[in-house]
Antibody, heavy 117, light 102 residues
Framework: QVQLVQSGGEVKKPGASVKVSCKTS????????ISWVRQAPGQGLEWMGW????????GYAEKFYGRVTMTTDTSTSTAYMELRSLTSDDTALYYC??????????WGQGTMVTVPS | IVMTQSPATLSLSPGERATFSCRAS???????ISWYQQKPGQAPRLLIY???TRATGIPARFSGSGSGTDFTLTISSLQPEDFAVYYC????FGGGTKVEIK
């Protein structure tokens, strides 16, 4: 079955970077993209961006321009999201989701990133 | 494109009909609109894609409609397990509508 398994929780200092991984299985990785979505405690869902499985196409939400980089490794069917210059406002649960034409049908379990103020 | 959901909260009883509204800031291709359900402590679950197509395993009481800038999710008869938060999305998500027990 299709699975997306994310890396474990992280605690980072303000100004640091974090890189979250999303290892996929059960489908042909390059045929789908991956979206990244975050959710601050008690808040709604926030789309961060999308990358094609082969990395040829990528798009970021305007809010994260210049601060986020999404990549993939087709040899391991893994997607990565790196967020830089962290502040306490980046404390959130970060999700990856399989994405094909705006349909995010399978989600990872989430990775908690905590940035103490 | 900004997605705006209303109302923020719905207070309903089991068996009642629930209607959720989602408005896009400009006209969008309806094939790009999805709806998700999220329960506390869980990842979102895809309910509807392409504005009106139910995802695999989603009960028939869930339906979606709309075009242009206005989209609607309807639950025909609320079941106890349907009390949750519902989001529409193209790229950006709407703010969500919480369905609570009246």
């Amino acid at each position: 079955q299709v699975q997306l398994v994310q890396s474990g929780g992280e605690v980072k200092k303000p100004g640091a970077s974090v890189k979250v991984s999303c290892k996929t299985s059960g489908y042909t990785f390059v045929n789908y993209g991956i979206s990244w979505v975050r959710q601050a405690p008690g808040q709604g869902l926030e789309w961060m961006g999308w990358i094609g499985g082969d990395s040829r196409d990528v798009g970021y939400a305007e809010k994260f321009y210049g601060r986020v980089t999404m990549t993939t490794d087709t040899s391991t069917s893994t997607a990565y999201m790196e967020l830089r210059s962290l502040t306490s406002d980046d404390t959130a649960l970060y999700y990856c989701a399989r994405d094909i034409h705006y349909v995010r049908d399978v989600w990872g379990q989430g990775t908690m990133v905590t940035v103490p103020s | 494109i900004v997605m705006t959901q209303s109302p923020a909260t719905l207070s309903l009883s089991p068996g009642e009909r629930a209607t959720f509204s989602c408005r896009a800031s400009q006209s969008v291709d309806s094939s790009q609109i999805s709806w998700y359900q999220q329960k506390p402590g869980q990842a979102p679950r895809l309910l509807i894609y392409g504005a009106s197509t139910r995802a695999t395993g989603i009960p028939a009481r869930f339906s979606g409609s709309g075009s242009g800038t206005d989209f609607t999710l309807t639950i025909s008869s609320l079941q106890p397990e349907d009390f949750a938060v519902y989001y529409c999305q193209r790229d950006l998500f709407g703010g969500g509508t919480k369905v609570e027990i009246k």
